[in-house]
C-alpha cells in the first residue's frame, strides 16, 4: 500500500478580539477550499484558530473568559466547517480553546478524519507564561490563568499512518516528540501563536523564527516523522506574531514554507513510508536507545548539578 498523504499547512493572519465566530469561521472554509483544490487530504490549522489569542490579556470577568471556549466541537458555529469537510472528504486538525461538560479548560486541538469522523482531542501539556497579572509586561501571556495542562501525547491510528499531535509551546520540548515517537508516530501537527516580543529576555525576539524552526527540524528528523508547524501570524491587537509556517520531512529538512504572514495555504505532498529511512537506520530505538541510562528524564523535573568533589 502506498502512503502518500498531500497535507495543508493553514497559516491565519491576525484574529481581532471583536471578530465573531462566523467571520472567521468563513476565513477556515475559504482555506479549506484553497487546500481542497490544491489536492490536500488533511488541512492543519493553527492553535486558538477561532479567536484572538485571548491569553495576551488578563481577563477575570468569568462571562468574557466563557466567550473565548467552546463548549461543544463542533457547536453551532464550527459545524459548517466540520460539514464541509465532510462534504469534500478532507480531514481537519483545528486548535481551539476547549471547556468541558465538568467544567475544566484547555487548550486543545481536535483531528477529524475524511469522512467526518473524530479521531481524537489532544490537550496541551506544556503551558507557558504566568497564572497572575504582570503589569511590567506590555502584554500578557497569562496562558497558565486561563488553561489546565492535558497530560499525555496520545497517538492515533489515522490517515493511513500514526499521527500525534502537540501545541505551541509543546514543540520546543523534545520530550513532546519523542514520547510520540516511542509511539511510532509519523505525523506531527502542531498548531502555534508565539509573540515576536518575548517579555522575560528581548534578546530572544530576533531568533524567533530560527528557534521555530530549530526544534521543529529536530523533532523530526530525531523521530523520523514529519512535522507540520501552522502559525496564526501577524499584527493582531497590537501584537506582531512569527508566521514561517512550516511542513518538514523526516529528514529534519523543510519541504514547505509560508511567505507571507497573514492567511495562506501552504501544501506538501508526504510520503509516510519515507518515515522508515528514519526509523530503522540512524534512530532505530529499539537497537540503539538506552533507558536505563536516561533515567533522569521521568525521575526529575529541575535542572539539579551534581555534588561537588568537597561535599562527596
Ligand atoms: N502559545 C504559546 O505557547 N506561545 C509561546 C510563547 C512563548 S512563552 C510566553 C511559545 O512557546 O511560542
Redesign the pocket.
Known sequence: MVRHLTIAAAQMGPVGRHDSRDEVVDRLLALLHESHQRGAELVVFP??ALTT?F?RWFIEDQAEINSWFEAEMPGPDTKPLFDEARRLGVGFCLGYAELTPDGHRY?SQILVERDGSTVGTYR?V????HEHDEPWRPFQ?A?RHFFEAGEEFPVWHAFEGLVGMA??????WPETYRVMGLQGAELILIG????LY???DPQQNAL?AFH?HLVMQAGAYQNGAYVVGVAKGGLEEGVDS?AHTVIIAPSGQIQAQAITTGDEVVVARADLDYCRFYKETLFDFDRYRIPEAYRLITARRGAEPPPTVDTL
Open positions: 492553535e486558538l489569542f491569553p487548550n496541551k506544556h503551558i507557558p507564561g501571556h496562558e501545541i505551541c509551546n509543546d514543540r520546543r502555534y501563536n508565539t509573540p518575548y517579555a522575560p524567533q521555530n512569527l
